[in-house]
């Protein structure tokens, strides 16, 4: 499996995060590597019939659906990187922005 | 200890023995800070607690409401959790001091330490060495006689591995054994809390303290504490199995001759020894280096400086904004294996590996259903392939790094409890042997490693 510049780019657009030009062709070759190393599992033949497993308890018990306040030692205030009148502020959706926008 | 001015001398002690230690770089809270806290947490804790005055540090993807959490990432730099894991606040209220925040490979996503964007952590009697990791500093802590346990976190071995390193004794229990509330997600199938002490009994004994029920885990199972085993005079009645999986022809001379003192020692303690097979173990490394990707690069999507950490600013547009923040604040290793959880899910791929790796999960379980319905109580292998590695040698090829992980992965994928203690040493370094238990079993593991432990220290003694 050979995993090109292109490949590295469109994965890291799907994951959201910007990778370095000259980081590009190192990690080509090293998801290359990885992803050569982990298809031999293809040597399990296929089986649409095999459970999965997972662990943990065999059903998941549920907590009553009710809505009460969490008990946090403080508020988002002091961890949020900017935070006003109860909201997180982030920058606008510039592309989304641009299109509704009224002409 | 009962006594209100013990707890006070243990703390000093504790703050004393962490600031000489500096150098190892295996706790990330600054020596004042800590040596404040820990005088605070002394006069506080209750003296009817089991494990009142007793400095436990606790690994830095772990929530605590005293220190900064960061999981050795630049993307929580500074981050201060607002509430605390449920297994500290069990600590606490056993009367355990928490003695700071221990370096750890980002995300806790290595197996070394040298994945840290706070430096790598130096082994503690060679400093050209790695501790292993991802829990490196919680060993390394432990090694130096710094804190007699320390909490780690297990997805692949991250305990066991680094504790074989650094000659310490780690415990990865049954999945569902110990809470993960205030874990910092990384493979949520495979995550469990983990202990690290310089003895069985004071690893097992921290163990006893954070394990149950916990309303606020739901994947934490129903159960009461674990009830701590006596030591036992001999292994009578215990069945162990020797996987020939785990000797491979390439396996470090030095790791065999340990691992074959061990297995002559447990039979002259009397347990039947047994060769058994688990065929599929061959396939454990690329099993799990695809579903712990997987399920990395779906829980690190919540890290994009929108709410919490730092951000790395300078555009006006969201989508930006992330990138950037994503980009800069990850590791190399961090990214790589986001890169690589991505791809594995990606339409196209899924089935050729997400499912396969799925498929062969289960049937590594299935193979250790298969040796224990025969009669088998117990697996025992070596811990690791070969003792601590020189810093640096695997940095450059991830592959080579992953392979450090290949005893210890299956208990992770199979959900099963895994202990680790030391067995010898090749050339000062080292060397661990691993049980590995039937789920929820932990005690009939502890109980085997206590006898084993007392008659390797007699061994050396003699």
């Known amino acids: 499996m050979s995993v090109s510049r292109e490949d590295v780019l469109n994965i890291a657009h799907l ?6 030009e000259e980081t590009l ?5 090293q ?11 293809s040597a399990l033949a296929a089986s649409e019939t095999a459970r999965p497993f997972i662990p943990g308890p065999d059903a998941l018990r549920f907590r009553p659906d009710e809505v009460k306040p969490w008990p946090l030692a403080f508020g988002p205030e002091a961890f949020a990187p900017e935070f006003q009148d109860g909201f997180f502020l982030v920058p606008k959706l510039g592309q989304f922005e641009d299109t509704e926008a009224p002409g | 200890m009962t006594d209100p001015s013990e707890a006070l001398a243990s703390a000093r002690a504790a703050a004393d023995r962490l600031t000489k230690t500096k150098r190892l770089n295996a706790s990330l809270t600054p020596p004042r800070e800590l040596r404040k806290s820990l005088l605070l947490q002394a006069q506080a804790a209750h003296p009817s607690g089991v494990l009142y005055g007793m400095p436990i540090a606790v690994k830095d993807n772990i929530c605590t409401l005293e220190f900064t959490t960061t999981c050795g990432s630049k993307i929580l730099g500074g981050y201060r959790s607002p509430y605390e894991a449920t297994a500290v606040a069990k600590l606490r209220g056993a009367g355990a001091l928490i003695a700071g925040k221990t370096n750890c490979d980002e995300f806790a996503m290595g197996s070394s330490t040298e994945h840290s964007a706070y430096g790598r952590t130096l082994h503690p009697t060679d400093k050209t060495r790695v501790p292993g990791g991802s829990s490196g500093g919680s060993a390394a802590l432990v090694a ?13 071995g991250s305990v066991r591995q680094p504790a074989s390193f650094c000659g310490v004794v780690g415990i990865k229990p049954t999945y569902g054994r110990v809470s993960r509330y205030g874990l910092v997600a990384f493979g949520s199938s495979l995550d469990q809390i983990g202990v690290l002490g310089r003895s069985v009994h004071d690893a097992a004994r921290v163990l006893s303290v954070i394990s149950g029920r916990d309303t606020k885990d739901a994947t934490c199972e129903d159960r009461d504490s674990l009830r701590l085993p006596t030591v036992p005079e001999s292994l009578q009645g215990f ?11 390439d396996l470090d001379a030095g790791v065999r001759r340990a691992c074959d003192r061990a297995i002559r020692l447990l ?31 779906s829980n690190l999507a919540r890290y994009d400086g929108a709410r919490y950490g730092p951000r790395f600013n300078g555009s006006l547009d969201i989508r930006a904004l ?8 990850f590791g190399a290793e961090v990214r790589r294996r986001i890169l690589v959880g991505t791809y594995v899910l990606s339409a196209g791929y899924y089935d050729a590996y997400y499912r396969r790796a799925q498929q062969m999960r289960a049937l590594i379980a299935q193979d250790f259903r298969n040796v224990f319905d025969r009669g088998v109580d117990l697996v025992f292998t070596p811990t690791t ?14 592959v080579a790094m992953y392979l450090s992980d290949i005893f210890t992965v299956t208990a992770n994928l199979a959900g099963l409890p895994a202990l680790s203690l030391p067995i010898g040493r090749i050339k000062g370094l080292p060397i661990g042997g691993q049980f590995i238990g039937q789920a929820f079993v932990e005690d009939d593991m502890l109980e085997a490693a206590y006898a084993l432990e007392r008659v390797i220290a007699a061994a050396e003694e003699a």
């Open chain 1, 15 to 20: 994951a959201e995060f910007d990778v370095d």
């Open chain 1, 25 to 29: 062709p190192a990690l080509a070759e």
């Open chain 1, 31 to 41: 998801m290359s590597r990885i992803l050569d190393y982990v298809a031999q599992i």
């Open chain 2, 144 to 156: 130096a006689g710094v804190v007699p346990a320390a909490l780690g976190s297990e997805t692949g």
């Open chain 2, 239 to 249: 069945v162990i199995g020797i996987p020939k999986e785990y000797f491979p022809p």
């Open chain 2, 267 to 297: 039979r002259e303690l009397g347990a039947a020894v047994r060769d058994v097979s688990l065929p599929h173990t061959p396939y454990a490394v690329a099993a799990y280096y695809i579903i712990a990707p997987a399920e990395a690069s």
């Open chain 2, 322 to 329: 992330y990138r950037r923040t994503r980009g800069e604040g």
């Open chain 2, 385 to 398: 392939p070969a003792p601590a590695f020189k810093a640096g040698e695997k940095l450059a090829d991830p």
